[in-house]
Structures are given as structure tokens and as C-alpha cells.
């Protein structure tokens, strides 16, 4: 684990909540795909762990939801291009493991970011093997990235990926919960098993694929 200065280096708007940060660091690092970065919010020195979405050691991309009275949350996303901070990193266990193994991942709202980042990972390391990304909002004005799922799509044939929507019906979507998945039909398919979300997620998540008969050694978890 290192402490480096993070720069932040571009700033957009995905959804009327959700930023997604990139920041370059001083020298590279190897982290690998699901760690997370402990910045050091300089105006109230609170500590804040969050998954990189996306890095090739050096320019480090972020995908956060400013939480309405969330301190650190809205620090974070108020930081303007140009601003520094400190951050640790590598760190995190919820790693992928690159083999060719078929993989399903579930995610729900910013638990997207390392989930993102280890689908992509599989398709740099040049590894055929199906990849289905389990995504879950509440509504359409929710979603992002849906340019970049489709482009990944087009350039990985063995990647698909449905969205769920909680709270709204909308054409190409599925009304429900991401764990209304988790089939005993629909996992089979699968040898590994990625979900990053939140607690209740991702307790009903590995209930379900237990009820299954998935091996709690082939699920992986990371919950916020």
C-alpha cells in the first residue's frame, strides 16, 4: 500500500447524482481489478473508501453518488479539476480472478465501478470466456454508461448484460430486483460469481445462489 497525491483530472455529470472522477497519480501502481483507493478528505478529514472503476496504474477513474447529507460524498464531488488529494491504495480483497472460468456479475447503483473495472480487465487480458453483467437502478434516470456497455458488447462477443429497473417500467430493461436473476436456470450457466452492492443486495444475492446450489467458495462479494 502506497499514499499518493491524486490529481483530479476530469469531472463529468452521469446522472443527476452519480460523478464519475478521474484523478492521475505522480507514478504508477499496480492494483488489480475490485480494489479501492482511501482518500484523505482534506476540509474534514474524514476517510473514504472508493472502488476504482477504472486504471491503467496511473489515471484512476471513479464513479460516486453524492449522498444527500453525506459528508464525505459531497466533499469528494465538489472537488474541482486541478484540486489534489490524498488517497491509499491498492487495497481490497474483492479481486477478480482472471481464468476461464464463466463469470456473472451483479451490481447495483455505484457498486457498478469494480464490477466494471474486472469486466473490462477480462477483455484486456484477451480471455474468451461468457461474461453477463447483472445491473440494477431504480429508474431510467439512473442509469449510465449504457454507450460504453453496448461498445463493450460490440467489441467482446462473450459479454451481454440486462438492466434492471426497481422502481419504473422502460422498454429494454426488466422491472424488478437484480436478484430475481438468480435462478437456478440462470446460474448454471456460470463458475463464478462477482456482486458488489448493498447489504440487503448482497445478502439475498448469496441466499439465492446458495439456495442454487452455488459453493460459497465461488461467490465473491463487496458490499458499501
Known amino acids: 500500500m502506497q499514499q499518493l497525491s491524486f490529481k483530479l483530472f476530469q469531472k463529468k455529470y452521469l446522472t443527476h447524482d452519480v460523478y464519475e472522477l478521474t484523478f492521475t497519480?505522480?507514478?504508477?501502481?499496480?492494483v488489480e481489478p475490485g480494489q479501492y483507493v482511501l482518500f484523505i478528505l482534506p476540509k474534514s478529514k474524514l476517510r473514504r473508501a472508493y472502488s476504482i472503476g477504472?486504471?491503467?496504474?496511473?489515471?484512476?477513474?471513479?464513479?460516486?453518488?453524492?449522498?444527500?447529507?453525506?459528508?464525505?460524498?459531497t466533499e469528494i464531488c465538489s472537488t474541482e479539476v486541478g484540486e489534489e488529494l490524498v488517497g491509499m491504495v491498492p487495497l481490497g480483497h474483492f479481486v477478480l480472478k482472471e481464468n476461464t472460468t464463466p463469470k456473472l456479475f451483479i451490481g447495483t447503483g455505484t457498486g457498478f465501478a469494480p464490477l466494471y473495472f474486472q469486466i473490462r480487465a477480462m477483455m484486456d487480458s484477451g480471455i474468451e470466456t461468457p461474461l453477463m453483467y447483472i445491473f440494477g437502478v431504480r429508474t431510467t434516470s439512473d442509469i449510465f454508461y449504457?454507450?460504453?456497455?453496448?461498445?463493450m458488447k460490440e467489441v467482446y462477443p462473450s459479454f451481454d448484460y440486462r438492466i434492471y429497473l426497481s422502481q419504473e417500467d422502460s422498454e429494454n430493461t426488466t422491472r424488478g430486483r437484480v436478484t430475481d436473476f438468480?435462478?437456478?436456470?440462470?446460474?448454471?450457466?456460470?463458475?463464478?460469481?462477482?456482486?458488489?452492492?448493498?447489504?440487503?443486495?448482497?445478502?439475498?444475492?448469496?441466499?439465492?445462489?446458495?439456495?442454487s446450489g452455488i459453493e460459497k467458495e465461488k461467490v465473491f462479494f463487496e458490499q458499501y
Not at 477504472?54 to 459528508?71: L, N, R, S, V
Not at 437456478?184 to 445462489?209: H, Q, T, W
Open 146 to 151: 449504457i454507450d460504453e456497455l453496448n461498445r
Open 54 to 73: 477504472y486504471t491503467d496504474g496511473q489515471t484512476f477513474t471513479f464513479i460516486i453518488k453524492q449522498i444527500e447529507w453525506g459528508a464525505g460524498s
Open 25 to 30: 497519480t505522480p507514478e504508477k501502481i499496480n
Open 182 to 211: 438468480l435462478t437456478k436456470e440462470n446460474v448454471s450457466a456460470y463458475g463464478e460469481f462477482y456482486i458488489c452492492g448493498s447489504p440487503a443486495m448482497v445478502k439475498d444475492a448469496r441466499e439465492r445462489l446458495e439456495a
